[in-house]
């Protein structure tokens, strides 16, 4: 006998966690990609299935849109990846804090604002005379644009798993005291990097983990790109 009472959003689901599965297999393979943007690029590919397979539940996801305000903090770890013959990077670890906003259903917007502060350490290369090492702390103020999708939502608010994607907007507010010589002037302020991460929803205790990479070279005239790893907690309703 055919259930003929099966639920559709719930078939629509499974068949959306398969091809995910599918397309991350795939991207794995592809050696030549770096796992961030594996990653990144796996997210945007299931965010764009995923709208297509619950087109027809937007009657009923509409019913349970909510905004969420929220706090954070936590700590980051970067390097810039400049060419070695004049600096090279080791990360060290730094720390963001802000404020999010985040609105939606089983899609969802998040956006906010945070301070910033990445540390790492820099020697000089082949193409300065002398060989110098310093610790450089840059500060920075970001504007997050993320789309995600609640994964694995359980009850009201009690338990969810999130996955997330987009662009980050900064801008490099100020550098520490150094030895090298390296000012806020010689930076690239205005950066877009482009990121993806998971998240953990427990009541009201956000957790976060998520991985950024710029998009344009972070200094002036010099080709290193920054790249960063972060963990927040935070408290939202």
Same mark, same amino acid.
């Given at each position: 006998?055919?259930?003929?009472?099966?639920?559709?959003?719930?078939?629509?689901?499974? &068949? /959306? #966690?398969?091809?995910? @599965?599918? =397309?991350? $297999? +795939?991207?794995?393979?592809?050696?030549?990609?770096?796992?961030?943007?594996?990653?990144?690029? $796996?997210?945007?590919?299931?965010?764009?299935?995923?709208?297509?397979?619950?087109?027809?539940?937007?009657?009923?996801?509409?019913?349970?849109?909510? &905004?969420?305000?929220?706090?954070?903090?936590?700590?980051?770890?970067?390097?810039?990846?400049?060419?070695?013959?004049?600096?090279?990077?080791?990360?060290?670890?730094? #720390?963001? +804090?802000? /404020?999010?906003?985040?609105?939606?259903?089983?899609?969802? =917007?998040?956006?906010?604002?945070?301070?910033?502060?990445?540390?790492?350490?820099?020697? &000089?290369?082949?193409?300065?005379?002398?060989?110098?090492?310093?610790?450089?702390?840059?500060?920075?103020?970001? =504007?997050?644009?993320?789309?995600?999708?609640?994964?694995?939502?359980? @009850?009201?608010?009690?338990?969810? =798993?999130?996955?997330?994607?987009?662009?980050? +907007?900064?801008?490099?507010?100020?550098?520490?005291? %150094? *030895?090298?010589?390296?000012?806020?002037?010689?930076?690239?302020?205005?950066?877009?990097?482009?990121?993806?991460?998971?998240?953990?929803?427990?009541?009201?205790?956000?957790?976060?983990?998520?991985? %950024?990479?710029?998009?344009?070279?972070?200094?002036?005239?010099? &080709?290193? !790109?920054?790249?960063?790893?972060?963990? *927040?907690?935070?408290?939202? !309703?």
């Amino acid at each position: 006998i055919i259930n003929t009472n099966l639920d559709l959003s719930y078939t629509r689901r499974i &068949t /959306f #966690y398969t091809i995910c @599965g599918t =397309i991350f $297999t +795939f991207t794995i393979n592809l050696q030549y990609m770096k796992p961030p943007i594996i990653f990144i690029t $796996t997210l945007f590919l299931c965010c764009f299935l995923q709208s297509t397979v619950t087109a027809q539940d937007d009657k009923s996801a509409k019913k349970d849109k909510r &905004t969420y305000f929220g706090l954070f903090a936590g700590l980051n770890s970067g390097k810039t990846s400049f060419e070695p013959e004049l600096y090279e990077s080791s990360a060290n670890l730094g #720390y963001q +804090f802000g /404020f999010f906003v985040r609105s939606g259903g089983w899609g969802y =917007i998040q956006s906010g604002l945070l301070y910033q502060k990445l540390s790492q350490d820099l020697t &000089t290369g082949s193409s300065f005379p002398i060989d110098e090492s310093d610790n450089l702390n840059v500060g920075r103020i970001e =504007i997050p644009a993320l789309i995600g999708l609640n994964v694995l939502p359980i @009850g009201k608010n009690l338990l969810n =798993i999130r996955a997330f994607a987009g662009p980050t +907007f900064s801008y490099a507010v100020g550098v520490s005291d %150094n *030895t090298l010589s390296f000012e806020a002037g010689d930076l690239n302020r205005l950066q877009m990097d482009l990121g993806g991460g998971i998240g953990l929803d427990v009541l009201i205790m956000k957790l976060e983990i998520g991985y %950024n990479y710029g998009r344009a070279n972070s200094g002036k005239g010099q &080709t290193g !790109h920054l790249g960063y790893a972060y963990v *927040t907690i935070g408290l939202g !309703h």
